[in-house]
Structure formats: structure tokens, C-alpha cells
């Protein structure tokens, strides 16, 4: 069994799952049985200024069948009483020793009211604070939010008033709806912070009603962009998350990544730690499915520590940042192909569709005597379940037509059937980069590409 | 205490329909095959991923005009059709969990439509041309119905009270209620046919009146009645078409025995032995002078009639129905083995001398296939094995006069959708036929 507890900037915690800042973390109660079913760590519902909420406030995008892929909503901060909060923080803190316990504040920005707010949460003995530089709705509009997080000055000026009177780590969740979460990052590490959590909910608008042309979710009538989390938010996530793990100065600041958006299940809990993150939130599963979700994230994650031996989180975290790079440095000479593997291929032929259609035209359909055969070629009079498996063509890619870009691969229902396989191009390694300092013409000019091509023996039809 | 059987409960339709969630998982696990071999092996060739993609988006008429247009009785198919030969055993999905329940899609998005009275057809602009169907089966229906899309003045003979063929009297309400039946025939006469009942080609309606009344004729006249057993005691013995439609149209008035003996194993066999079964029967049992292996009953019907709890006699032959007062007492038998292959291919099976036994029973049914069609020597009409002969186009030897359904499934098993395919196709032939005339009127 690998050892599963972090330290993040001096918080500890059992295993690496945070409820994430949100309804699940609403109060004590709550909290409570989070803690009894597993969870490591609790960031409290966002208190602070006073709010009220308004009814309808979750959307939801289903696809496919599936519901709840990804959540919006335009809920506010906590609308229960600071007093009450309070007393709810302390009294779970004192139950749960081992527990992480932080606490989302956001307030008008002003520097009495942080500091009047830092140091009602440090006396309920909490263990760390989260400043939540990402809403976007609802107290964006009053100056709150990510209506800071988006601009790193406010961002910088207003993590100082509370690092200078904090005496437990303070984080800095940041906002996504940036073009680049790096300048928001390093505003919050001058000023000071000690960790850093990404990302909140993503600007949205989940959809349209098609008979009453009302806005999903409708509220009285009106509807407006609110924050996008859950399954569909992953890859963004795990974008924003790399970047702040390949920034120089993140990197050199040393401090700790919380990350969340999307977490799921344990794979995808694997992969935020092998991006860089040290603790992982939760909040769209949880009002998905319930705390009991804590089990297989635990149990998962233990058993691929295992397997991979890895013996404690810190040997996972960032692992796989080292390979982050980006186009300019992907070698050009790098080949693969599509290979379809004819025993597990059921032969629904989406593969053919999709190169057909939109790729590059080289899966062929071929009978059973491999001659390459037109789809839709049976006659009218031909049916019957035995007819039309007999004479079912299967596709089989041209490997030196194939570009290898991967769409069959991916639109293949069946698990390791198009298996993508590297091939030697015969051509040294060579980058865009380098291209663009030896053969600068190439890159400028086509007719010096297209002889480049044909130096090289790069052929495209 | 002998327990009140309720017909409308024993015999009523089978599956449930699907439920909307039921109806959307199952549509959104369809993979959308390119090229699908559903599609393929469907004889009416529907667009199987188009109108299970249709039934996914939600939009329902649009599915249910994707089967018609292909297959004018989809909702008879939906029910009827035996799926794990044709569709869904050529899903792929068959390869990695379960086929898509195709057929009740199916039935899915077409009691959408005709729940709602909406129609997905209209008649085509009008050619001024007639053309006139004998029979109001699956195939009489469809070749009248496209006919009509494509402006045809239609008219439909049919000899019986009610139209539609053996989907309205002789496919049990297990598997099709008749008003599915009667719906679909209502459906073709908004499409501007005519559907004219209690008329009898070569009784009330004569083949001169035919001829010269309409541009082409098309023949859909299906079957006849159970052929003679030929042995002693036969007047005593239960007609099976006559069975099951009384079980359709008068159940209560159907007299079923105790101990009821059903001679056949084809498809009908299984169906009049379910009805007596879930009508009451205390032992029914099926006798079959072939081996399980040569049954002609679908694998899946099998495996339904051993759950129903009915058995099976192989290698069995009649030879006399016992009678005592009038009244059937039991099946005299002779045991049978299996020789050299017959004409059809099969091992004939012939007598173990010596092996006579006794089946005691109060009620024999037999159902040993249909007649063929005797229409076909009253018109002259040249036959393949007692089937009317229909070239690729479904004409037979008296040009403009066409056929198909039963009546000329010399090959392969006779099916609802068969015969839809035939008078879908033979209307398109008529289409031509008669626009190609029309053309050389025009030189
Ligand atoms: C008991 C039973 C169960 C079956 N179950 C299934 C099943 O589950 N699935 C399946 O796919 N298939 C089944 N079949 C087969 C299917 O019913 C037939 O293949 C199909 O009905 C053939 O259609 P048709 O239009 O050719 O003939 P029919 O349905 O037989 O229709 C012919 C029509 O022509 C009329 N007619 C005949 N002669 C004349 C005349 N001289 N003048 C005017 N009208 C005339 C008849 O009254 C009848 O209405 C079953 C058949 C039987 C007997
Ligand atoms: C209904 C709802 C309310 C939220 N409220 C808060 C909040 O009060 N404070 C906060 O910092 N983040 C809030 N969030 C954002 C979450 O903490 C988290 O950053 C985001 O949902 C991404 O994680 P997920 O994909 O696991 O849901 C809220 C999210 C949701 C769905
Ligand atoms: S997508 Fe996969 S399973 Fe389907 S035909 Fe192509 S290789 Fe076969
Ligand atoms: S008509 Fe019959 S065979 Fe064709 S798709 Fe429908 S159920 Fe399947
Ligand atoms: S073969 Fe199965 S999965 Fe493919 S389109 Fe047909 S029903 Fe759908």
C-alpha cells in the first residue's frame, strides 16, 4: 500500500481528495459525513459578503445519454450566516484533527474586510484559507471573484492584504476564463501566497429550451452565463494546470498545485498528480453521486501507486510535466499508421466513414478474397443475417496512404482494435524550431517547402 | 379450484412496448454503422442507423417515415418479423455485448405516429392511370400503398370481411394485436386506395371485369388453407389457420382440449400450441415426423415453445385419429427414422415397422403448411413448384399482371417482410411499366 498523505505548504491531510469549495462543503453536517466516508480534506463553501441565491441555479449539459457531463450553475457564495459558518468550521475542525480544513473566503475588496475575515477563520482553528479569485457570475458583477482573478494587479494587491496578516497557508484558486492563468499565477506568488488551486468554473451557457425558447436552466423568464465544471472541463483543466507547472517562476517558487475540474474517478485523479498537482479537488462528482465516491478514488489511485510502484504522492507529482512541450518541438520525422486489427474488429466501418469523409481517404473495404470492394454494394433481392455477415467487407487501412493522423483510432468503438504504430519515416529528426533556423525558406515560401518535400520524400496526396 | 382463464390476458401482446428512457438508452448504444449489415440483411433494406439515430434527437416522425418509406408495414414488422435471422442477428454489437433490439425500435417510433394519426405520406399527384391488387395481405398493401405515393388510382379486392392478410387473422395476438393490423390498412386508404372486402377473385369479381378495368394488376393473394393428412379420423381434426384465428377474432368461442396434439413443427405448429397452452390445455405436444434437427420453426421460437411447456414428439408420424362417439380419444402413431436425403435435401424419414403407438389426446390441430395457390391454374399463369413464377420484376407469364408475397415464395421462408419487399418492388415495376407506355404514347 503506498502512503497517500500530502503535505500542502504545511496542510496536511490523509490522502490527496479535497471536497472542492461548493455545495458539498455547505456546512458542518455535511462535512462531517465526508469525513466519516473518507475524504481527506474539505475546502468550506466561499463565506463572506452577504448574498441571496436565486431558485433553478444548476444547469446541466447531457450527452448521448449521459447525463450531468459537465454542471453550470449560478450559485453565490455561502448564503448562510458568517456567524454560523464559523461556528460549524470550528466545530468540524475539533472532531477531525487529521482532516484538512480550509476555508473559501471572498470579500468586497477592501483591505479591512480581508483582514477582518482572515482572522475570523483563524480562530476557528482551520488549517488553511482559499482566496476565490474565480466566480464568475453573480459576484464577479460586484467586484468579487473572478472579476480579480482576471486581472493579476487586483490579484496581486489583494493576496497581500491577507498574506500580511495570515498566520496559515493561503491559497489563491484561480479563475480559467483567461487567456493565460499564468500572469493571475504569478501576481499571487509575489504577493506572497503559499499554494495555488485551479481551476474554478468555466463562463457558460448551457442551452436553449426549444418550445419555449427560454433559457436552460430558466429563471423567472431570464437566464445568463454561469460556471461550467465537471467530466467536460477535464482537458481544459489539465491544460491550465500544465501551464502553470512548465512557468519558470511557478516553478521555481516551489509552492503546492491544488487541482480540480473534472475529477472523477482515480485515472483521472492520476493524471492531475502526474501534471503537477499535489492535492485534488472535488465537487461535480460529488453532486453527481455522493461523498461515497472517496472509495474507488482511494482505492483506485492505492492500487495504480501500486502497480507502477510508486510509493508515495510526491514520486507521482509532475512526473509527466517533463514531456509537456509544444509544436514547435514535436519532431516532424515522427511516423505512425493505423492498424486495424482484423479479429477484434466488428466491422461497423465508422472508421471507413470517418477517413472517407474527413480524413485522408486510405481505409479501404475489402471482401473476403481482399479485393477492395464499393460499400452499399449488396442487391435488393440479398437479406438475412447470414447473407449480410458472409458478405460484409472489413476495412484495412493503406498504411502508405495513411498520415497517421488518428481519427480512426478514435472514433473505433472497440478497445485496441486501431492500434496506432510507429514506422520508421527513414528521415532524420527534425523540429519545426530547427527548420526555421536552417531552412528558413522552407517555412516562408511554398514552392521551397514542396522541394523540401521532395528532398526529404515526404509525399502528400 | 379451476382457475378463470381471461383470453385477453393470456393471449395479449407479448413485449411490452419500450419505455421513452428504455427507447433512448437503446438508441444511443446503436453505433451508427456505416454501411450497416442490419440494413443489409433487413429484406425491405430500412435505414436501420438513420431511424435509431432519428429516435435519439428526438425526432420521432422523421424515424417513423425513415421505416415506412422502406417498409409501408413497418408496424406489423416491428412485431412479426423474426429478428435474429435477419436485423438484429446481423448487429455487430452481437460481437461485443448484445444486438440493438431493432424490432421494437421499431415499434418504438411507428406507434408514435400511429398513436398520434399522424401520417407520413400523401398521395402522389394523380397519373390518371388504375391499377388493381388482388388481396389485401402485406404484399397487396404495400404494393397498393406505394402505388398511391406515386398518384395511382388503386383499387384492392379482398375476399375476406377484413383487410390485411394474415397480419389481421393469422398471426397471434401474442405477437400482433389486430388493430396494428387494421391501423396500417387505414393508413393505406388515406393514401386514396380503395380497399374493396367480401370481393373474391373467380367467385363475385371476374378476371374479364380486371383486365379491362385497370392499366396492371398486381397478385397478392398469399395461400391456401392446411393441406389433408390423408388418414382416418381427419374429419375430426382442427384446421390450425382456423385455430388461430378464432383466437383472434372469437377466443372465448374457441374450444381447446385437455390434452391437445398439434401435427407440424413449422412456425404456425408453435403458434396454435402456445394458444392452446396459455388457453388451458393441460399436455400439449407437438409431432413431428422429423428430427429436432430439420424442424423448420426458428431456433428462437423453439427455445420460446419448450419455456411455454409444451413438448415435443420427434420422428413421429400419424397415422390414424382415434375417435369414440365422434370424439377424438388419441393419435395412433408410428415411429419414424431418418434415411437417405429426399427431394428437398433433407433425410426422409421413414417407418420403424412394428413401432405403432398411442398419443392419447381429446383435440388434434394440424398445421403442416399452407395450399398453394390455385389462382395460378385459374389464370393460366405459368408456376415454379406450385408458386406463381414472377420474373425479376415480379411479372408473371401474362404481361402487366404481377404477384408476390407467399404466393410466389417458391424459395426461402415465407415472412411478413418478404412480402412487403415484393409489393414495394413490384410497384416500382408497375411504375415503370406504365410511365414507359405512357412515354411511347407520347413518340
Ligand atoms: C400462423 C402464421 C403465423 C405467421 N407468423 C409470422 C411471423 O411471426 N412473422 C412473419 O414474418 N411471418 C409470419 N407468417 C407469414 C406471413 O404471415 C406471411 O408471409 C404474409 O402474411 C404473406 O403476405 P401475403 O400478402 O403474401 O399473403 P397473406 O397475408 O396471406 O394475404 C393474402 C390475402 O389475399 C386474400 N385473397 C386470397 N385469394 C383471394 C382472391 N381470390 N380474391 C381476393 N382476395 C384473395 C386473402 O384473403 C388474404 O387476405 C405467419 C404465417 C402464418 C400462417
Ligand atoms: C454549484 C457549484 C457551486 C460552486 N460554488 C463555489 C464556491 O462557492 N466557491 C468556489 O471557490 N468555487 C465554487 N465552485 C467551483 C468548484 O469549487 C470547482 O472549482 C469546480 O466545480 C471544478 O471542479 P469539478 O469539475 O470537480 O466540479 C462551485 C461549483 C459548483 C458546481
Ligand atoms: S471502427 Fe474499429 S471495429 Fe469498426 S470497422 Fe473500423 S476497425 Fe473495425
Ligand atoms: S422490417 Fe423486420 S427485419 Fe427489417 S429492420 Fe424491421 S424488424 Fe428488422
Ligand atoms: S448493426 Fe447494430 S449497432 Fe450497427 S447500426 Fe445496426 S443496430 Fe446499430
Given at each position: 500500500?503506498?502512503?497517500?498523505?500530502?503535505?500542502?505548504?504545511?496542510?496536511?491531510?490523509?490522502?490527496?481528495?479535497?471536497?472542492?469549495?461548493?455545495?458539498?462543503?455547505?456546512?458542518?453536517?455535511?462535512?462531517?459525513?465526508?469525513?466519516?466516508?473518507?475524504?481527506?480534506?474539505?475546502?468550506?463553501?466561499?463565506?463572506?459578503?452577504?448574498?441571496?441565491?436565486?431558485?433553478?441555479?444548476?444547469?446541466?449539459?447531457?450527452?448521448?445519454?449521459?447525463?450531468?457531463?459537465?454542471?453550470?450553475?449560478?450559485?453565490l457564495?455561502?448564503?448562510?450566516?458568517?456567524?454560523?459558518?464559523?461556528?460549524?468550521?470550528?466545530?468540524?475542525?475539533?472532531?477531525?484533527?487529521?482532516?484538512?480544513?480550509?476555508?473559501?473566503?471572498m470579500?468586497?475588496?477592501?483591505?479591512?474586510?480581508?483582514?477582518?475575515?482572515?482572522?475570523?477563520?483563524?480562530?476557528?482553528?482551520?488549517?488553511?484559507?482559499?482566496?476565490n479569485y474565480g466566480c464568475p457570475h453573480g459576484m464577479s458583477e460586484r467586484g468579487m471573484g473572478s472579476a480579480v482573478g482576471q486581472v493579476?494587479?487586483?490579484?496581486?494587491?489583494?493576496?497581500?492584504?491577507?498574506?500580511?496578516?495570515?498566520?496559515?497557508?493561503?491559497?489563491?484558486?484561480?479563475t480559467?476564463n483567461?487567456?493565460?492563468?499564468?500572469?493571475?499565477?504569478?501576481?499571487?506568488?509575489?504577493?506572497?501566497?503559499?499554494?495555488?488551486?485551479?481551476?474554478n468554473?468555466?463562463n457558460?451557457?448551457?442551452?436553449?429550451?426549444?418550445?419555449?425558447?427560454?433559457?436552460?436552466?430558466?429563471?423567472?423568464?431570464?437566464?445568463?452565463h454561469?460556471g461550467?465544471?465537471?467530466?467536460?472541463?477535464?482537458?481544459?483543466?489539465?491544460?491550465?494546470?500544465?501551464?502553470?507547472?512548465?512557468?519558470?517562476?511557478?516553478?521555481?517558487?516551489?509552492?503546492?498545485?491544488?487541482?480540480?475540474?473534472?475529477?472523477?474517478?482515480?485515472?483521472?485523479?492520476?493524471?492531475?498528480?502526474?501534471?503537477?498537482?499535489?492535492?485534488?479537488?472535488?465537487?461535480?462528482?460529488?453532486?453527481?453521486?455522493?461523498?461515497?465516491?472517496?472509495?474507488?478514488?482511494?482505492?483506485?489511485?492505492?492500487?495504480?501507486?501500486?502497480?507502477?510502484?510508486?510509493?508515495?504522492?510526491?514520486?507521482?507529482?509532475?512526473?509527466?510535466?517533463?514531456?509537456?512541450?509544444?509544436?514547435?518541438?514535436?519532431?516532424?520525422?515522427?511516423?505512425?499508421?493505423?492498424?486495424?486489427?482484423?479479429?477484434?474488429?466488428?466491422?461497423?466501418?465508422?472508421?471507413?466513414?470517418?477517413?472517407?469523409?474527413?480524413?485522408?481517404?486510405?481505409?479501404?473495404?475489402?471482401?473476403?478474397?481482399?479485393?477492395?470492394?464499393?460499400?452499399?454494394?449488396?442487391?435488393?433481392?440479398?437479406?438475412?443475417?447470414?447473407?449480410?455477415?458472409?458478405?460484409?467487407?472489413?476495412?484495412?487501412?493503406?498504411?502508405?496512404?495513411?498520415?497517421?493522423?488518428?481519427?480512426?483510432?478514435?472514433?473505433?468503438?472497440?478497445?485496441?482494435?486501431?492500434?496506432?504504430?510507429?514506422?520508421?519515416?527513414?528521415?532524420?529528426?527534425?523540429?519545426?524550431?530547427?527548420?526555421?533556423?536552417?531552412?528558413?525558406?522552407?517555412?516562408?515560401?511554398?514552392?521551397?517547402?514542396?522541394?523540401?518535400?521532395?528532398?526529404?520524400?515526404?509525399?502528400?496526396? | 379450484?379451476?382457475?378463470?382463464?381471461?383470453?385477453?390476458?393470456?393471449?395479449?401482446?407479448?413485449?411490452?412496448?419500450?419505455?421513452?428512457?428504455?427507447?433512448?438508452?437503446?438508441?444511443?448504444?446503436?453505433?451508427?454503422?456505416?454501411?450497416?449489415?442490419?440494413?443489409?440483411?433487413?429484406?425491405?433494406?430500412?435505414?436501420?442507423?438513420?431511424?435509431?439515430?432519428?429516435?435519439?434527437?428526438?425526432?420521432?416522425?422523421?424515424?417513423?417515415?425513415?421505416?415506412?418509406?422502406?417498409?409501408?408495414?413497418?408496424?406489423?414488422?416491428?412485431?412479426?418479423?423474426?429478428?435474429?435471422?435477419?436485423?438484429?442477428?446481423?448487429?455487430?454489437?452481437?460481437?461485443?455485448?448484445?444486438?440493438?433490439?431493432?424490432?421494437?425500435?421499431?415499434?418504438?417510433?411507428?406507434?408514435?405516429?400511429?398513436?398520434?394519426?399522424?401520417?407520413?405520406?400523401?398521395?402522389?399527384?394523380?397519373?390518371?392511370?388504375?391499377?388493381?391488387?388482388?388481396?389485401?395481405?402485406?404484399?397487396?398493401?404495400?404494393?397498393?400503398?406505394?402505388?398511391?405515393?406515386?398518384?395511382?388510382?388503386?383499387?384492392?379486392?379482398?375476399?375476406?370481411?377484413?383487410?390485411?392478410?394474415?397480419?389481421?387473422?393469422?398471426?397471434?395476438?401474442?405477437?400482433?394485436?389486430?388493430?396494428?393490423?387494421?391501423?396500417?390498412?387505414?393508413?393505406?386508404?388515406?393514401?386514396?386506395?380503395?380497399?374493396?372486402?367480401?370481393?373474391?377473385?373467380?367467385?363475385?369479381?371476374?378476371?374479364?371485369?380486371?383486365?379491362?378495368?385497370?392499366?396492371?394488376?398486381?397478385?397478392?393473394?398469399?395461400?391456401?388453407?392446411?393441406?389433408?393428412?390423408?388418414?382416418?379420423?381427419?374429419?375430426?381434426?382442427?384446421?390450425?389457420?382456423?385455430?388461430?384465428?378464432?383466437?383472434?377474432?372469437?377466443?372465448?368461442?374457441?374450444?381447446?382440449?385437455?390434452?391437445?396434439?398439434?401435427?407440424?413443427?413449422?412456425?404456425?405448429?408453435?403458434?396454435?400450441?402456445?394458444?392452446?397452452?396459455?388457453?388451458?390445455?393441460?399436455?400439449?405436444?407437438?409431432?413431428?415426423?422429423?428430427?429436432?434437427?430439420?424442424?423448420?420453426?426458428?431456433?428462437?421460437?423453439?427455445?420460446?415453445?419448450?419455456?411455454?411447456?409444451?413438448?415435443?414428439?420427434?420422428?413421429?408420424?400419424?397415422?390414424?385419429?382415434?375417435?369414440?362417439?365422434?370424439?377424438?380419444?388419441?393419435?395412433?402413431?408410428?415411429?419414424?427414422?431418418?434415411?437417405?436425403?429426399?427431394?428437398?435435401?433433407?433425410?426422409?424419414?421413414?417407418?420403424?415397422?412394428?413401432?405403432?403407438?398411442?398419443?392419447?389426446?381429446?383435440?388434434?390441430?394440424?398445421?403442416?403448411?399452407?395450399?398453394?395457390?390455385?389462382?395460378?391454374?385459374?389464370?393460366?399463369?405459368?408456376?415454379?413448384?406450385?408458386?406463381?413464377?414472377?420474373?425479376?420484376?415480379?411479372?408473371?407469364?401474362?404481361?402487366?399482371?404481377?404477384?408476390?408475397?407467399?404466393?410466389?415464395?417458391?424459395?426461402?421462408?415465407?415472412?411478413?417482410?418478404?412480402?412487403?419487399?415484393?409489393?414495394?418492388?413490384?410497384?416500382?415495376?408497375?411504375?415503370?411499366?406504365?410511365?414507359?407506355?405512357?412515354?411511347?404514347?407520347?413518340?
Open positions: 500500500m503506498a502512503d497517500l498523505s500530502i503535505n500542502f505548504a504545511g496542510i496536511r491531510s490523509p490522502n490527496p481528495f479535497w471536497l472542492a469549495s461548493a455545495p458539498p462543503t455547505n456546512s458542518g453536517a455535511q462535512v462531517h459525513r465526508a469525513f466519516e466516508a473518507g475524504w481527506g480534506g474539505a475546502v468550506w463553501k466561499t463565506i463572506g459578503a452577504p448574498v441571496l441565491n436565486v431558485s433553478n441555479r444548476y444547469g446541466a449539459w447531457h450527452y448521448g445519454g449521459q447525463r450531468m457531463l459537465a454542471i453550470n450553475n449560478v450559485e457564495i455561502s448564503d448562510r450566516s458568517l456567524e454560523v459558518n464559523l461556528r460549524e468550521i470550528r466545530d468540524v475542525k475539533r472532531h477531525w484533527p487529521d482532516r484538512a480544513v480550509i476555508v473559501s473566503a470579500v468586497e475588496s477592501k483591505p479591512e474586510a480581508w483582514r477582518e475575515i482572515v482572522l475570523k477563520i483563524e480562530d476557528t482553528g482551520a488549517d488553511g484559507i482559499e482566496l493579476p494587479e487586483y490579484c496581486q494587491q489583494i493576496t497581500s492584504w491577507v498574506t500580511e496578516v495570515a498566520r496559515i497557508p493561503v491559497i489563491v484558486k484561480l480559467p483567461v487567456a493565460s492563468v499564468v500572469p493571475p499565477a504569478r501576481a499571487a506568488l509575489a504577493a506572497g501566497a503559499h499554494g495555488l488551486s485551479l481551476i468554473t468555466i457558460s451557457i448551457i442551452g436553449v429550451d426549444l418550445d419555449t425558447f427560454e433559457l436552460i436552466p430558466n429563471i423567472g423568464g431570464k437566464g445568463g454561469g461550467y465544471a465537471g467530466p467536460a472541463v477535464k482537458p481544459i483543466a489539465l491544460n491550465l494546470l500544465s501551464s502553470l507547472g512548465v512557468d519558470e517562476v511557478v516553478r521555481k517558487s516551489g509552492v503546492p498545485i491544488s487541482g480540480m475540474g473534472g475529477i472523477t474517478t482515480w485515472r483521472d485523479a492520476a493524471e492531475f498528480l502526474l501534471l503537477g498537482a499535489t492535492s485534488l479537488q472535488v465537487c461535480t462528482a460529488v453532486m453527481h453521486y455522493g461523498f461515497r465516491i472517496i472509495e474507488d478514488l482511494v482505492d483506485g489511485l492505492n492500487a495504480w501507486m501500486d502497480a507502477k510502484g510508486f510509493k508515495t504522492i510526491a514520486e507521482v507529482v509532475g512526473k509527466s510535466l517533463p514531456r509537456i512541450s509544444d509544436f514547435n518541438d514535436f519532431d516532424l520525422s515522427f511516423r505512425a499508421v493505423a492498424r486495424i486489427n482484423p479479429e477484434k474488429c466488428i466491422r461497423c466501418n465508422l472508421c471507413y466513414v470517418a477517413c472517407n469523409d474527413t480524413a485522408h481517404q486510405c481505409i479501404d473495404l475489402v471482401d473476403a478474397q481482399g479485393n477492395v470492394v464499393p460499400p452499399f454494394r449488396y442487391d435488393v433481392h440479398s437479406n438475412g443475417k447470414r447473407e449480410a455477415l458472409s458478405t460484409r467487407p472489413q476495412p484495412r487501412v493503406r498504411e502508405e496512404d495513411c498520415v497517421g493522423c488518428r481519427l480512426c483510432h478514435n472514433v473505433c468503438p472497440v478497445e485496441g482494435c486501431i492500434e496506432m504504430v510507429e514506422v520508421p519515416s527513414g528521415r532524420p529528426p527534425v523540429t519545426w524550431r530547427e527548420l526555421m533556423q536552417t531552412r528558413p525558406e522552407v517555412t516562408e515560401d511554398w514552392s521551397a517547402m514542396e522541394r523540401y518535400r521532395k528532398e526529404v520524400g515526404i509525399e502528400i496526396h | 379450484m379451476q382457475q378463470v382463464i381471461k383470453p385477453e390476458e393470456v393471449l395479449k401482446e407479448y413485449h411490452p412496448p419500450l419505455t421513452d428512457h428504455e427507447a433512448l438508452v437503446e438508441a444511443h448504444r446503436c453505433l451508427y454503422c456505416y454501411d450497416a449489415p442490419c440494413t443489409h440483411a433487413c429484406p425491405t433494406h430500412i435505414d436501420i442507423p438513420k431511424f435509431i439515430k432519428k429516435i435519439a434527437s428526438g425526432n420521432l416522425v422523421g424515424s417513423a417515415r425513415t421505416i415506412l418509406e422502406a417498409n409501408l408495414m413497418g408496424a406489423t414488422c416491428a412485431r412479426v418479423c423474426p429478428v435474429e435471422e435477419l436485423c438484429e442477428g446481423a448487429c455487430v454489437l452481437n460481437a461485443e455485448e448484445k444486438p440493438i433490439m431493432i424490432g421494437r425500435l421499431q415499434r418504438y417510433a411507428t406507434d408514435y405516429v400511429y398513436e398520434r394519426g399522424i401520417d407520413v405520406f400523401k398521395p402522389g399527384p394523380p397519373t390518371g392511370k388504375r391499377v388493381a391488387v388482388i388481396g389485401a395481405g402485406p404484399a397487396g398493401l404495400t404494393c397498393a400503398g406505394e402505388l398511391a405515393k406515386l398518384g395511382y388510382s388503386v383499387t384492392v379486392f379482398e375476399k375476406r370481411e377484413l383487410a390485411g392478410g394474415l397480419s389481421t387473422y393469422g398471426i397471434i395476438v401474442l405477437r400482433e394485436p389486430v388493430e396494428v393490423a387494421l391501423a396500417e390498412v387505414e393508413m393505406v386508404k388515406r393514401l386514396g386506395v380503395e380497399v374493396k372486402t367480401g370481393m373474391e377473385l373467380g367467385r363475385n369479381l371476374s378476371w374479364e371485369e380486371v383486365r379491362a378495368g385497370y392499366d396492371a394488376v398486381f397478385l397478392g393473394v398469399g395461400l391456401g388453407a392446411v393441406p389433408k393428412l390423408g388418414i382416418p379420423g381427419e374429419e375430426q381434426v382442427v384446421d390450425g389457420l382456423s385455430y388461430i384465428e378464432a383466437s383472434k377474432m372469437n377466443p372465448a368461442g374457441l374450444k381447446v382440449g385437455r390434452q391437445v396434439v398439434v401435427i407440424g413443427a413449422g412456425n404456425t405448429a408453435v403458434d396454435c400450441a402456445t394458444i392452446a397452452k396459455r388457453l388451458g390445455a393441460e399436455r400439449v405436444t407437438m409431432v413431428y415426423r422429423r428430427s429436432e434437427r430439420e424442424m423448420t420453426a426458428y431456433p428462437h421460437e423453439y427455445e420460446f415453445a419448450k419455456k411455454e411447456g409444451i413438448e415435443f414428439r420427434f420422428l413421429t408420424q400419424p397415422v390414424e385419429v382415434l375417435l369414440e362417439g365422434g370424439q377424438v380419444v388419441g393419435l395412433k402413431c408410428v415411429r419414424m427414422r431418418l434415411g437417405a436425403p429426399d427431394a428437398s435435401g433433407r433425410p426422409a424419414p421413414e417407418p420403424v415397422p412394428g413401432s405403432e403407438f398411442v398419443l392419447p389426446c381429446d383435440q388434434v390441430v394440424k398445421a403442416i403448411g399452407q395450399e398453394k395457390p390455385w389462382l395460378a391454374q385459374m389464370l393460366g399463369l405459368e408456376t415454379e413448384k406450385g408458386f406463381i413464377k414472377v420474373n425479376q420484376d415480379y411479372e408473371t407469364s401474362l404481361p402487366g399482371v404481377y404477384a408476390g408475397g407467399d404466393c410466389i415464395r417458391a424459395r426461402g421462408s415465407a415472412s411478413t417482410v418478404m412480402a412487403v419487399q415484393d409489393g414495394k418492388l413490384a410497384a416500382f415495376a408497375i411504375h415503370r411499366r406504365l410511365t414507359q407506355s405512357l412515354g411511347m404514347a407520347a413518340d
